[in-house]
């Protein structure tokens, strides 16, 4: 299994079945103790999505924390589902995604739902979407999610638009 996602896996199953953050283990490759990245963990249970949280920029140490706080985050704490529950921990699957640096966009037709995830803010609020989702083909269709799940009214220019790419891990 790839390393992130077992990494993701691993934070999921302690903290679910013993309520317990663990800390990146010391055998893991160098790169988990001194890359920085965003890190969104997806984590779906036949094929459906049943969590997703993540942040665009680094707020820890490096990606082993990240990719295990996010993890356990999406497991517990995404709003759109309850948290998961013991029973449910062997029919997940996981996704780890790294996040370049989100880039200002000055025309929505530089935008790709495929290749590119988006982040719409507008003052306060602000919306992400990752690329390449089942079900987003138009940049439009991107830019409605992101703004509903950021609670974002568009207007005439009172939004600003990222692009990212990502680095994609799974099973």
Same mark, same amino acid.
């Given at each position: 299994?790839?390393?992130?996602?077992?990494?993701?896996?691993?934070?999921?199953?302690?903290?679910?079945?013993?309520?317990?953050?663990?800390?990146?283990?010391?055998?893991?490759?160098?790169?988990?103790?001194?890359?920085?990245?965003?890190?969104?963990?997806?984590?779906?249970?036949?094929?459906?999505?049943?969590?997703?949280?993540?942040?665009?920029?680094?707020?820890?140490?490096?990606?082993?924390?990240?990719?295990?706080?996010?993890?356990?985050? *999406?497991?517990?704490?995404?709003?759109? #589902? @309850?948290? =998961?529950? $013991?029973?449910?921990?062997? +029919?997940?699957?996981?996704?780890?995604?790294?996040?370049?640096?989100?880039?200002?966009?000055?025309?929505? *037709?530089?935008?790709?739902?495929?290749? #590119? @995830?988006? =982040?719409? $803010?507008?003052?306060?609020? +602000?919306?992400?979407?990752?690329?390449?989702?089942?079900?987003?083909?138009?940049?439009?269709?991107?830019?409605?999610?992101?703004?509903?799940?950021?609670?974002?009214?568009?207007?005439?220019?009172?939004?600003?638009?990222?692009?990212?790419?990502?680095?994609?891990?799974?099973?």
């Amino acid at each position: 299994m790839n390393p992130y996602v077992l990494l993701a896996k691993e934070a999921v199953e302690n903290y679910i079945r013993d309520g317990k953050i663990i800390a990146p283990a010391k055998d893991l490759p160098e790169e988990f103790f001194e890359r920085k990245s965003g890190v969104f963990v997806t984590i779906e249970k036949d094929g459906r999505l049943r969590g997703c949280i993540g942040t665009y920029l680094p707020v820890r140490d490096n990606i082993g924390e990240e990719i295990i706080y996010n993890a356990i985050a *999406a497991a517990v704490e995404d709003d759109r #589902f @309850g948290a =998961i529950k $013991k029973t449910e921990l062997p +029919s997940l699957s996981y996704t780890v995604y790294f996040l370049n640096k989100p880039e200002k966009v000055s025309d929505i *037709a530089e935008l790709n739902p495929k290749k #590119f @995830g988006i =982040i719409v $803010k507008a003052g306060e609020r +602000s919306g992400l979407l990752l690329p390449d989702l089942e079900g987003v083909n138009t940049v439009a269709e991107q830019i409605s999610i992101c703004c509903q799940k950021g609670g974002i009214v568009l207007k005439q220019g009172n939004v600003e638009i990222y692009k990212f790419t990502v680095e994609k891990h799974e099973e």
